[in-house]
């Protein structure tokens, strides 16, 4: 059972994806949502700041950052990124902080507020990869795994049991990096 964080942003589209793949899911929304049992989560695209408050409104924070760190399988996408990494480089901001990298927000500036770049994912394969306001890993601990960059900026990684993209998998009609959370990460 995936656990798919529904407070703000994308989630529908993470939803349509697992659905796809005939994975079980549930929405999160408030504090009982969030129950014993849940194999992964998923952190969708949006506004992380937006995000990050909901997240303490609804008394979610602190179990989830526990959860992360006590292991729970977990993926995030752009804000969800965000909201893992343990640095903002151009945020004072810190949320869950569980991953060990340095993200820029809204890194790709006005000229490229959205864009859509085929890029080699390991252990995927070339990807449809959607960036919307995206931010980029900037640095990266040596335990942290390099799975795609775009014009030499780091764009998916992963540190054990979570993984990350600076794009959008769930706004394609590809279902390969979920069916590689689940395979990798869940199972
Ligand atoms: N720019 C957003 C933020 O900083 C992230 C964009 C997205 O999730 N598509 O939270």
Redesign the pocket.
């Known amino acids: 059972m995936i656990g798919v964080f529904a407070l703000q942003?994308?989630f529908l589209e993470h939803e349509k994806m697992l659905a796809t793949l005939g994975a079980p899911f549930k929405e999160i929304r408030r504090r009982e949502h969030f129950t014993d049992g849940l194999d992964g989560i998923i952190l969708?695209?949006?506004?992380?700041?937006?995000?990050g408050k909901l997240l303490r409104e609804e008394g979610l924070f602190e179990p989830v950052k526990e959860a992360i760190e006590g292991g729970l399988p977990v993926f995030g996408?752009?804000?969800?990124?965000?909201l893992l990494a343990k640095t903002l480089s151009n945020?004072e901001a810190v949320w869950l902080g569980t991953l060990d990298v340095t993200v820029r927000?809204?890194a790709y500036g006005r000229q490229l507020g959205?864009f859509r770049a085929d890029i080699p994912f390991a252990g995927v394969g070339n990807f449809p990869a959607v960036?919307?306001?995206?931010?980029y890993v900037e640095e990266a601990a040596p335990e942290v795994q390099k799975l795609a960059s775009f014009g030499g900026k780091l764009v998916a990684v992963r540190q054990g049991h979570m993984l990350a993209t600076a794009f959008?998998p769930e706004l394609t009609s590809d279902v390969r990096v979920h069916e590689y959370f689940l395979r990798e990460l869940v199972s």
């Open positions: 942003g994308a969708p695209g949006g506004e992380s700041t937006v995000q996408t752009c804000a969800g990124l965000i945020d927000r809204n959205s960036f919307i306001r995206a931010p959008h």
